[in-house]
């Protein structure tokens, strides 16, 4: 059972280990496509079991196999009239595990919640000069439908949430800022709204919670928001916003707004403090992408499952045979594992 947790921690690893490398790889690679990079690494966490219990088998014996039958010794207790009584013995690896899948799901939930208790405390901002914004801006990102915009009666940063219907809420001074402020708050938010971050995020949360033993799941999820962020921060400058101007009003933002919980999956915020020093530095040194360097991601995740396909087909547990016939188990889905 040790070598079983063992051979996950070591394979998973494996693959999310690749897609930081790739991540890394070229250094001149946008946000955009580090993005991709990290949610193929989590999509191949989800369907590895299936692969693994559908490919061939290729096994690799790294300690020495077990020819000896094994003989499997079941406890037993008897009542006063001599019944046998068989002990149930309670699966702790398989209970720790969803104690802590348990766990890992309960900031998911809380942030649910909280969403909806802004929500319904919320107002339709109704008016004409950001709704005439919004219908430009939709246009050009090529929404069909455009988000709902709300406002709180307080001092929240400006967010993202709802995957079915999206909404962007904004604090009750939005009515007073400038038309630069509004136009970089907006291109941003509906950005998130294109290119379904809430969505690869709640994605991620889920995945994490299912391997909650393997720290770097954590971290990459961490990364994966990050990049968001950067991929969305990406394209309001491409959209003839001055890096200095957006470095600023981000700046004023994060001085000036009240921040929601930032480990909250169910929201995306247009700044976190944690996140802010990478933003600015990457902001600041933004440059326009070339034509040519889209072919980078495919390749990069073409490997990538190439890489994680070969991993999945080698059996690293040592080879055992059963006392009746000295024939292996069938695998299936679980033991693909």
Known sequence: ?????????IRSGAILGAAELLRRWPRRSSAAQ?????AAAFALLMIWPAFSALLPEVPLSVLPARNAASVTVSQTSYFPGGTPVPVKHLNWPLSIWALGFLLSMLPLALGHLKVRRMVSSAAELDDESWQW???????????????????CRGS???????ILRPRILLPAECMDWQAGRRRAVLLH???????????WQMFAQLTTAIWWFQP?????????????????DAWVLSSGVRASDYATELLSIAR?????????????????????????RAILSWQPQRSGSGRFPSVKIALLIAVTLTASAVT??????????????????????
């Open 1 to 9: 059972m040790l070598w079983a947790w063992t051979s996950l921690l």
């Open 34 to 38: 580090r993005h991709r990079i990290l």
């Open 133 to 151: 914004l919004l219908r430009e801006e939709c246009s050009r990102l090529a929404l069909r439908r455009c988000p709902e915009l709300l406002y």
């Open 156 to 162: 929240v940063v400006p967010l993202t949430c709802g």
């Open 189 to 199: 938010e509906l950005m998130h709204v294109r290119r379904r971050d809430l969505v």
């Open 216 to 232: 770097l799941c954590w971290i990459s999820r961490r990364s994966l928001r990050q990049e968001s962020e950067q991929a969305c």
């Open 256 to 280: 000036r707004y009240t921040f929601t919980r930032t480990g909250i999956p169910a929201m995306n915020a247009i700044v976190r403090r944690s996140d802010l020093e990478p933003r600015v």
């Open 316 to 337: 690293v547990l040592p080879q055992q045979t059963d006392f009746e016939g000295g024939h292996s188990m069938k695998r299936t889905l679980i033991s693909g594992l």
